[in-house]
């Protein structure tokens, strides 16, 4: 298994450079089966998620390259309605081949997906998008079948999922008909999506507002596109830099896509300069606290960012509130950030934050993307060595975290520890 090894207490300092958002590329690569031609996405960092999604697309009998940063693919020789088990249960974000796969072959057959262990995480919402195009959808043996020619619907969500929403978009875009998408998801990820399949040659408008308006019918062809920069990855260095009391430049974070976060910065006393080409976040003493930080679907706090905030908050002079609203299981790292010598109270989704001096160096273990993030930000803060086991989870969202932390200043490494004692 690989690690992180981290010696705390360094303040971070530097400029950094934000790549294009897993959350924005992944939607994109399945978006590619709805296209005739080769499509280029530039900027797109190595990830484990984004090779996952390159696998399943070849396993559908597409091509793919990686040119540096950029990735072509080729869809006109899919042949394959069928997505491999092994593959989708790898990944969450395998999901989003449902819609276009259905659209382009009449016929999907899917496994229920993996991902991170933030909760039950069900596909209701996707299906009954689906549902409302016309597919007709089977449940059996853990399988989902869907078949049907899809034409445009009036879809209701009942909660404003953004894999849903990227679902039936891109299930629609093909459709012929018009397509309204009500309670739609508001994510920056979902706007530029559009921005994408429009490029191709699609009709979408009305991304990043609660209602998503499609002229379906269209035939997509292939476009050269840069994603969006990855406003979660911005974050997180932004935060581990706030929590070293040092001073972070993120070139190309939009500030526009992390305005909840920006607040709240400048609530636990950052100096925050937004700039035309990014964002910059200086702290000097230890953070104040946060009255309340509650997560909720976009323009609220990201729960993409919940853990790395609260690993901040561990370090404030005062007691803080986080209250995680969007997944049910999303605090595994209070624990761990505990075994740091944190002072968290979890109850349900309410985690209660006290405010400590100082963390101290431990050996934690990561169960979910983002919690691994909260604990490198929590190591660089601390006193001494801290190891971060299970940073294959890190992988799947940050393209070499602890190189870009080592450029920054801080003292991380990537090893191998065969030592699995906890
Ligand atoms: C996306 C992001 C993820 C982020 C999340 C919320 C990608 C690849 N991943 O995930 O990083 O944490 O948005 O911002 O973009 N739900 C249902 N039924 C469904 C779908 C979702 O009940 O069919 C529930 C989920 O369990 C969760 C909530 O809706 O409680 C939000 O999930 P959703 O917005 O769909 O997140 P994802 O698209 O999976």
Redesign the pocket.
């Known amino acids: 298994m690989e690690a992180f090894s981290i010696c705390g207490g360094r303040p971070l300092s530097g400029e950094i450079r934000a790549y294009g958002a ?3 590329v ?2 994109l690569l399945a978006a590619c089966m709805l296209v005739k031609g080769p499509v280029r996405l530039s900027g797109c960092p190595h990830l484990a ?1 984004i090779a996952n999604m390159l696998r399943l697309l070849e396993s559908l009998g597409c091509r793919t390259a990686r040119e540096g940063m950029d990735l072509i693919v080729d869809t006109d020789g899919a042949s394959e309605h069928v997505m491999p088990e092994a593959l989708s249960k790898q990944m ?2 395998s ?2 081949m449902l819609g276009p796969v259905l659209a382009r072959f009449g016929r999907a057959v899917f496994t229920y997906p993996g ?1 991170c262990e ?11 998008g689906l549902r409302a195009l016309g597919a007709q959808i089977e449940e059996r043996h853990g399988h989902i079948l869907c078949s049907g020619s899809l034409r445009g619907g009036q879809i209701h969500l ?9 679902n039936a978009m891109m299930a629609a875009v093909c459709a012929p008909g018009e397509t309204v998408i009500h309670n739609a ?1 508001r ?1 920056p ?1 979902i706007q530029d999506l559009a921005r994408f399949l429009n490029a191709c040659g699609a009709r979408v408008r009305g991304a990043g507002s609660g209602a998503v308006h499609i002229r379906g019918g269209a035939h997509l062809h292939g476009c050269e596109y840069e994603p969006l920069p990855d406003r ?1 990855c911005a974050g997180t260095l932004l935060l581990a830099g706030a929590a070293t009391r040092g001073d972070v430049y993120v070139r190309d974070a939009r500030p526009q896509d992390m305005q909840a976060l920006l607040a709240k910065l400048k609530e636990a006393g950052c100096t925050v300069q937004t700039l035309r080409e990014g964002v910059r976040v200086r702290m000097r003493d230890r953070p104040r606290p946060v009255r309340r930080i509650e ?1 909720a ?2 323009p609220g706090f ?3 960012m919940q853990a790395q905030m609260m690993a901040l908050l561990t370090l404030a002079r005062g007691t803080s509130v986080v209250v995680e609203n ?3 299981n ?1 605090m595994s790292h209070a624990a761990e950030l505990n075994r740091m010598g944190a002072d968290i109270q979890v109850s349900g989704r309410v985690a209660v934050v006290r405010g400590v001096e100082a963390l101290t160096g431990a050996r934690v273990h990561t169960r979910d ?2 919690a691994g993030a909260a604990l490198c930000i929590a190591a660089l803060a601390a006193e001494g060595e801290s190891v971060v086991e299970n940073v294959a989870l890190i992988d799947r ?1 940050y393209d070499r975290l602890e190189e870009k932390l080592a450029a920054l200043g801080g003292a991380a490494k990537r090893m191998e520890i065969t030592d699995e004692r906890r």
């Not at 039950?120 to 009954?128: A, E, F, G, M």
């Not at 909660?159 to 990227?166: D, N």
């Open positions: 897993k959350n924005a992944l939607p998620d969450r974000s999901i989003f991902g933030i909760g039950l995480r069900p596909i209701d919402l996707h299906l009954q009942d909660y404003p999922s953004v894999g849903a929403t990227e998801a994510e990820e979660i997560t679907p976009f990201a729960t993409d969007v997944f049910e999303r993307l983002r969202g």
